[in-house]
């Protein structure tokens, strides 16, 4: 078992709980070179479903189209799915394969096997960092001039100070 089949098999189980099988596919060398120069084929089973794995060898960003047409090949000579396996896929390239409905499994990413009725996106979003940028020279001079001079008391005007610090409104408001 390759890597990859280990790490498809792994993230079938934990997204699925389910076990998988993963074995050779006896029908690979009947197809073209081509396709078997740019995809390693495996035979799998997931949820009592039957399918062919295309692994993605070349890493490289592939045409929809081509896909599309590479994968109908297999599928027409397989007489079962085809799932199309990558380690990764941008956001706009996996948009693109929901939407022309090719399944594909992006391991400890991404799930869609239609055939299954199975969408499954997991997407961890880092949290909104605080921006760690300094204080800006104008709202330096406000927060020293209210810290000074007690300019928070309800009567002050942001405006107001604006021509006695040096700054022009707009600036005082930005800095505000």
Same mark, same amino acid.
């Not at 001079?149 to 942001?158: E, T, V, Y």
């Given at each position: 078992m390759t890597t990859v089949d280990a790490a498809v098999k792994r993230y079938l189980h934990e997204v699925l709980g389910a076990e998988s099988h993963i074995s050779h596919w006896e029908l690979a060398s009947q197809l073209p070179y081509s396709l078997q120069d740019a995809y390693e084929f495996r035979r799998g089973e997931v949820l009592g479903r039957q399918m062919v794995l295309a692994i993605d060898r070349r890493g490289q960003k592939l045409n929809r189209r081509d896909l599309r047409v590479q994968l109908a090949r297999v599928a027409a000579i397989a007489d079962l799915a085809v799932v199309y396996v990558v380690n990764s896929l941008a956001s706009h390239e996996r948009r693109r394969l929901v939407e022309q409905k090719i399944p594909f499994i992006v391991p400890g990413n991404q799930l869609y096997?239609?055939?299954?009725?199975? #969408?499954? $996106?997991e997407y961890f979003r880092r949290p909104p960092q605080p921006e760690d940028r300094p204080l800006?020279? +104008?709202t330096q001079a406000i927060l020293i001039a209210a810290l000074m $001079? !007690?300019?928070?008391? !309800? #009567?002050? +005007?942001?405006a107001g100070i604006a021509t006695e610090l040096g700054y022009g409104p707009m600036t005082v408001s930005r800095a505000m």
């Open positions: 096997l239609p055939m299954l009725g199975i #969408d499954l $996106r800006s020279p +104008a $001079r !007690k300019l928070w008391l !309800k #009567d002050w +005007a942001p």
